[in-house]
T-cell receptor
């Protein structure tokens, strides 16, 4: 699996966009980028995933660089409820994609 | 859909006792996994299953058994509880092309 690097922590003001970076310079061609978050004491929550095109859903946008060596998760209008640990995970497709390896993630704190 | 349901939510065991953590999903997902999370650490994979009758070991399988007799259920058995197994346990399920849905966790203390 490709290794990912994320900042340990970030702050964001409520109502502003939160941009969470992730480096995955050893990603291979068939590996997807997944984002999950974990709000304190709860189970992780799937946010979004992508291969090489930018993706958007009701929760967030995922921007993947053209060389796929890094990506950014964007929460367009952060709220206090978005305070959580955000995990960037790189996984292959097909039979290997069910095994997620969680790092320590980024603790995002949204401030009033 | 109830999603992924884990029971119990809290449990205290004595060293050497055995117990089963239950996990059920009603989304007809093929893949199911068990993770443990220790304070200040990320989640570590214990066991996983790619379908009924098929299970395999993850990163930290020692001291745990699993079985998958139905698509819906994936119980985790602690054979002889040890204090090192004090942790929060999460069960998760997914289909092939989507992300995992996690349960709310079982908080286990072994004394």
């Amino acid at each position: 699996d490709a290794k990912t690097t994320q900042p340990t922590s970030m702050d964001c003001a409520e109502g502003r966009a939160a941009n969470l970076p992730c480096n995955h310079s050893t990603i291979s061609g068939n590996e997807y980028v997944y984002w999950y978050r974990q709000i304190h004491s709860q189970g992780p929550q799937y946010i979004i995933h992508g291969l090489k095109n930018n993706e958007t859903n009701e929760m967030a946008s995922l921007i993947i660089t053209e060389d796929r060596k890094s990506s950014t998760l964007i929460l367009p209008h952060a709220t206090l409820r978005d305070t959580a640990v955000y995990y960037c995970i790189v996984r292959g497709s097909g039979g290997s994609n069910y095994k997620l390896t969680f790092g320590k993630g980024t603790l995002l704190t949204v401030n009033p | 859909n109830a999603g992924v349901t884990q029971t119990p939510k809290f449990q205290v065991l004595k060293t050497g006792q055995s117990m089963t953590l239950q996990c059920a999903q009603d989304m007809n997902h093929e893949y199911m996994s068990w993770y443990r999370q220790d304070p200040g650490m990320g989640l570590r994979l214990i066991h996983y299953s790619v379908g009924a009758g098929i299970t395999d070991q993850g990163e930290v399988p020692n001291g745990y058994n699993v079985s998958r007799s139905t698509t819906e259920d994936f119980p985790l058995r602690l054979l002889s509880a040890a204090p090192s197994q004090t942790s929060v346990y999460f069960c998760a399920s997914k289909n092939q092309n989507y992300g995992y849905t996690f349960g709310s966790g079982t908080r286990l203390t072994v004394v």
